[in-house]
């Protein structure tokens, strides 16, 4: 079994045009997978807290770093790319699909999204890709979750 959504496209992405052959290419595709993991899952944890109603049981203090996290990874994405159209260069890579993933719902985490244009357009740069499924599915509160912290 293999966990971890970019280590699995990692390995579903080696051979393909989504994974360049090139070293230095490769290695800033997970430098950016690295950087969804650090960043981006501010945005991730604000937005589960909001859409299970679990915000307001979170200390303000940490809901307000989470907040300030999700900022900063929106500024820094926004800066690169206004340099180029996906954020390698002008592939698109599996560090877009990683990068992706709640990006594009950081509006569902009250994080200002709109006031990111180059973010919003690598956005509609990523859904218009072949084969993207702009399907998603609204959380289901995990009856096993009611012993989490509050």
């Given at each position: 079994m293999l966990a971890e959504s970019n280590a699995i496209l990692t390995y579903l992405?080696?051979?393909?045009?989504?994974?360049?052959?090139?070293?230095?290419?490769?290695?800033?595709?997970q430098q950016w997978?690295?950087?969804?993991?650090?960043?981006?899952?501010?945005?991730?944890?604000?937005?589960?807290w909001t859409m299970t109603g679990k915000l307001a049981r979170r200390p303000a203090a940490l809901v307000e770093m989470r907040r300030a996290?999700?900022?900063?990874?929106?500024?820094?994405?926004?800066?690169?790319?206004?340099?180029?159209p996906f954020i390698i260069g002008d592939t698109y890579t599996i560090a877009d699909i990683s990068l992706f993933a709640y990006t594009?719902?950081?509006?569902?985490?009250?994080?200002?999204?709109?006031?990111?244009?180059?973010?919003?357009?690598?956005i509609e740069r990523v859904r218009a890709q072949p084969g993207f499924l702009d399907e998603h599915y609204p959380y289901a509160i995990d009856p096993h979750s009611s012993g989490e912290l509050p």
């Open positions: 992405a080696s051979g393909t045009q989504y994974l360049p052959a090139d070293a230095f290419a490769a290695a800033k595709v997978m690295s950087f969804e993991q650090d960043y981006v899952l501010s945005i991730a944890s604000l937005r589960h996290g999700g900022l900063r990874a929106l500024q820094i994405l926004e800066r690169e790319l206004a340099l180029r594009h719902r950081a509006d569902e985490a009250g994080l200002p999204l709109r006031e990111f244009p180059h973010v919003c357009a690598w």
